[in-house]
């Protein structure tokens, strides 16, 4: 649905592409994350710090927030039920004891090898009424956007 906004056309453009890409997001991931949750018993947010620590390593809480675009405080509870399963597991950096590292377990890697294949087939399905070429142009898109406006927040925070 377009907008009924009566601004200008860059407004009205801005606002339209701004609700498609949320519709389009609850809607994709409407398919995926509940069937994750209800077979597997993870949560999306449960999904990302596997799959993050998974593909790049430990990391320190902090970034693993910025990774997963939550707060660090989200993160917390998230990754104290992740310790509490054996999935996880934090340990201080030994270089500065301020900072906890939170890393994969076999546990949590034989967990996520479980379903992540399955996960993945389903994305696959989800993704397929795009073409290839469209795939990588919404990559491409989205890439652009997201670090647009990590540059506007960065900007808008060293004012303050």
Known sequence: MATHFAGTDKER??????IKLMRSSVAVNGNLFPLIQAEFGITSTQLGVLEALSHLGPMPHCALADKLLVSASNLTTVVDNLVRDGLVQRERDTNDRRVSITSLTD??????ASFFPEHV???VSVMSVLEPTELLELGRL???LGRGAAEMSKARAARV
């Open 13 to 18: 453009r801005s606002l339209d592409a701004y």
């Open 107 to 112: 546990a949590g890697e034989a967990r996520l």
């Open 121 to 123: 087939a389903r994305l």
């Open 142 to 144: 989205c890439r652009k």
